[in-house]
T-cell receptor, first 114, second 115 residues
Framework: KAGVTQTPRYLIKTRGQQVTLSCSPI?????VSWYQQTPGQGLQFLFE???????NKGNFPGRFSGRQFSNSRSEMNVSTLELGDSALYLC?????????????FGEGSWLTVV | AQKITQTQPGMFVQEKEAVTLDCTYD???????LFWYKQPSSGEMIFLIY??????QNATEGRYSLNFQKARKSANLVISASQLGDSAMYFC????????????FGSGTRLQVQP
């Protein structure tokens, strides 16, 4: 079956702009989460959605937001981009949010802010 | 406090040999899950193996096995018969049963398999 799909794969934005990243989870998965990966900070949790509700949020400013649609697809948005937002953004999905549920990741979206 | 510690920034292994990647964790939650992921240079995070805190036996998935020592709070990944395609970053991660339930990752180990 199809894995987690993220679009776009690569994008370049200018400081001050906003960006929207999209994620389609594995079919049947209701939990979608987002992570930011940078060389300096490593992998950091952004937020998690389950059945269209944000269940958890990491320590990121309000410029980072997301949502989940009724078909479990998710989007994350970053407004007023800063150079430090340059990162690999990874989306992950799991059947539910139980400890034993395997979490599968997509290929990521590489964002460069110039 | 760091919850997942991977002390080996880089490792080299000869093709066809076995290699162990270290991971220690810290949690007071009795229910937790431990994951290992492989990340090639393309960026995709590939799931390798999972171990639950209540699992009695060590997890195995093909050439991957997890050496789970609960009392020591360690969850080392063993890759048998290394292949050139195993060259990548490897991340250990933990998900606790309570609280945020997000994955907490270690800093990773870069494995290079030499012919």
């Amino acid at each position: 079956k199809a894995g987690v799909t993220q679009t776009p794969r690569y994008l370049i934005k200018t400081r001050g702009q906003q960006v929207t990243l999209s994620c389609s989870p594995i079919s049947g998965h209701r939990s979608v989460s987002w992570y930011q990966q940078t060389p300096g900070q490593g992998l950091q949790f952004l937020f998690e959605y389950f059945s269209e509700t944000q269940r958890n949020k990491g320590n990121f400013p309000g410029r980072f937001s997301g949502r989940q649609f009724s078909n479990s697809r998710s989007e994350m948005n970053v407004s007023t981009l800063e150079l430090g937002d340059s990162a690999l953004y990874l989306c992950a999905s799991s059947l539910e949010d139980r400890v034993e549920n395997t979490i599968y990741f997509g290929e990521g979206s590489w964002l460069t802010v110039v | 406090a760091q919850k997942i510690t991977q002390t080996q920034p880089g490792m080299f292994v000869q093709e066809k040999e076995a290699v162990t990647l270290d991971c220690t964790y810290d949690t007071s939650d009795p229910s937790y899950g431990l994951f290992w992921y492989k990340q090639p240079s393309s960026g995709e995070m590939i799931f390798l193996i999972y171990q639950g805190s209540y699992d009695q036996q060590n997890a195995t998935e093909g050439r991957y096995s997890l050496n789970f020592q609960k009392a020591r709070k360690s969850a080392n990944l063993v890759i048998s018969a290394s292949q050139l395609g195993d060259s990548a970053m490897y991340f250990c991660a933990m998900r606790e049963g309570t609280g945020r339930r997000a994955l907490t990752f270690g800093s990773g180990t870069r494995l290079q398999v030499q012919p």
